[in-house]
């Protein structure tokens, strides 16, 4: 399920039926995130991934992405290898067009299909690759070697969405200078 793109069609089905879907996934088989990983030795093991569908309130799609797992990164101060826990959990409305952002409450949690429907690994990545700390490190000094299982990275209950209302913001204003 993963190797392909989901139609516009099979994805309303699938959202329809609110299908769930479980996956193990090799870090190494995603592109983008295998260059942040740390090659064998050691290895990351699979992680597991759990898609749920569902019909949203706008009547779109509504693709839950959950993973879990563990990955080896390189701690940027030691250049050694760095154990982080990883824990995904979001929420993605899919759209088939740009100009159906407008009609979702949450335009930066949405995905827009190609013409060729969803690509799910790229999402995924997407996803994973946002959860992963920007430079990861130890948590303690690591320059005489000490290599300590970081601590987990837990889903916060809502992300930091600092522009979340702009487009609220922005239309409410339009509104009032046509008036």
Same mark, same amino acid.
């Given at each position: 399920m993963l190797d392909e793109r989901i139609g516009s069609a099979e994805l309303r089905e699938l959202a329809t039926e609110q299908a769930v879907r479980e996956l193990r996934i090799d870090p190494a088989s995603l592109p983008r995130l295998a260059e942040q990983i740390v090659a064998p030795?050691?290895?990351?093991?699979?992680?597991?991934?759990?898609?749920?569908?569902?019909?949203?309130?706008?009547?779109?799609?509504?693709?839950?992405?959950?993973?879990?797992?563990?990955?080896?990164?390189?701690?940027? !101060?030691?250049?050694?290898?760095?154990?982080?826990?990883?824990?995904?959990?979001?929420?993605?409305?899919?759209?088939?067009?740009?100009?159906?952002?407008? !009609?979702?409450?949450?335009?930066?949690?949405?995905?827009?299909?190609?013409?060729?429907?969803?690509?799910?690994?790229?999402a995924i990545e997407d996803e994973l690759l946002a959860v992963l700390p920007m430079v990861p490190r130890h948590d303690r000094d690591c320059s005489a070697g000490e290599h300590e299982l970081a601590k987990p990275v837990e889903p916060t209950e809502r992300p930091n969405r600092p522009f979340e209302g702009l487009a609220a913001i922005m239309s409410k204003r339009s509104a009032d200078h046509a008036d």
């Open positions: 030795p050691p290895v990351s093991e699979p992680l597991k991934v759990v898609l749920e569908f569902a019909m949203g309130p706008e009547g779109f799609p509504v693709l839950t992405v959950r993973a879990t797992g563990e990955l080896v990164l390189q701690c940027q !101060r030691c250049l050694g290898p760095l154990r982080r826990n990883l824990a995904l959990d979001c929420e993605l409305t899919v759209v088939s067009a740009e100009e159906e952002l407008v !009609r979702i409450a949450d335009p930066f949690d949405s995905v827009v299909t190609g013409p060729d429907g969803l690509e799910l690994s790229a």
